[in-house]
């Protein structure tokens, strides 16, 4: 089992499933409105990450729905938003 999945469990036992999903979040960037691809279906097109719970993941994809994803078997390729600052424009 790996180092993240022992100190989720942990929390869990502590603070119940609520805090599993905080913890997680600090483990990754995988939080809801982050912009993803599926590096094994780059047809998908981007998808937004709608929920992260755990090692599932529901994102909505531009071509593909909302598809739910277990990140121990995928790992989701994070895109980086253009700051609008920088007069960037959303990933596309």
């Known amino acids: 089992m790996c180092y993240e999945n022992q100190i989720i469990l942990l929390?869990?036992?502590i603070y119940g499933h609520d805090?599993?999903?905080r913890v997680t979040s600090m483990?990754?960037?995988l939080t809801p409105g982050?912009?993803?691809r599926h590096p094994e279906h780059p047809e998908w097109g981007l998808g937004q990450v709608q929920s992260a719970i755990g090692n599932?993941?529901?994102a909505n994809f531009e071509h593909a729905g909302k598809k739910l994803i277990n990140?121990?078997?995928?790992s989701l390729t994070v895109v980086r938003?253009?700051?609008p600052a920088a007069g960037g424009s959303p990933p596309s």
């Open 81 to 83: 938003a253009a700051s």
């Open 27 to 29: 483990f990754t960037d």
């Open 19 to 21: 805090a599993a999903d």
């Open 56 to 58: 599932r993941v529901t």
């Open 71 to 74: 990140t121990d078997v995928v």
């Open 11 to 13: 929390a869990i036992d």
């Open 34 to 36: 982050t912009f993803v």
